[in-house]
């Protein structure tokens, strides 16, 4: 936590993430020092510690912004439409998200996947949340009659498609042509799907 002899200035807490996230996008969080941000933030060392109580504090908070980014991606991508399009819009949005940070800077990717403890805390509850909202779709899915989860409830078919889907993260995905992974992400939203999709309940012949 910043420390409590001053109170926090947004200015100057938006100033140091703006110097930090340009360094670290260049040089990467483990080159980057706090007197580097501090020099390109143009302010004293002591100035970033009324704010940050270290540079694992600004790592995270950069993190956590870029996670955030990624899933209001997938929110904006499922907003309308059919559940089962809906849901395959979320799950590609995701892709592109990813792909737009990568595209950031040589380092740009160490604050969405790293083995910093910060970096690795922020994808966690990105993950959770992720987990949430995957849930959300389908529980509204089989409500609707528009999806069938069969004996499974519907945070548990989220995990089941989150868990086919991690496949499709950093640091595989950017060793990859971005078109073939789109490419398959929507094979992998339309194998999954069909076995969700409510099937019309067929009428009996009579004898």
């Not at 109170?7 to 080159?31: C, M, N, T, V």
């Not at 970096?119 to 849930?135: M, P, S, W």
Request: with cysteine; proline share 4%.
């Amino acid at each position: 936590m910043p420390s409590t002899d001053k109170p926090s200035d947004p200015a100057r807490r938006a100033q140091i993430l703006a110097a930090a996230e340009k360094l670290f996008r260049h040089y990467g969080p483990q080159k980057t020092t706090i007197n580097d941000i501090a020099r390109e933030a143009e302010i004293g060392v002591g100035s970033v510690y009324l704010e940050f109580c270290s540079k694992e504090e600004i790592v995270g908070e950069l993190a956590s912004r870029r996670h955030d980014r990624v899933l209001s991606a997938m929110r904006a991508a499922a907003s309308k439409g059919k559940i089962a399009d809906r849901l395959s819009a979320a799950l590609e949005a995701r892709v592109e998200a990813l792909f737009a940070l990568s595209a950031e800077g040589a380092h740009a990717c160490d604050l969405v996947l790293c083995s910093k403890t910060s970096v690795k805390t922020a994808y966690g509850r990105f993950r959770n949340e992720e987990l949430g909202f995957v849930a959300e779709l389908l529980a509204e899915g089989e409500k609707s009659g528009e999806l069938e989860l069969a004996d499974s409830d519907a945070g548990e078919t989220a995990e089941l498609i989150q868990r086919a889907f991690a496949t499709f993260s950093p640091p595989w995905i950017f060793e990859q042509d971005r078109r073939q992974v789109l490419r398959k992400v929507r094979a992998m939203s339309k194998l999954l799907l069909v076995g969700l999709l409510a099937r019309p309940v067929q009428r009996r012949q009579r004898p």
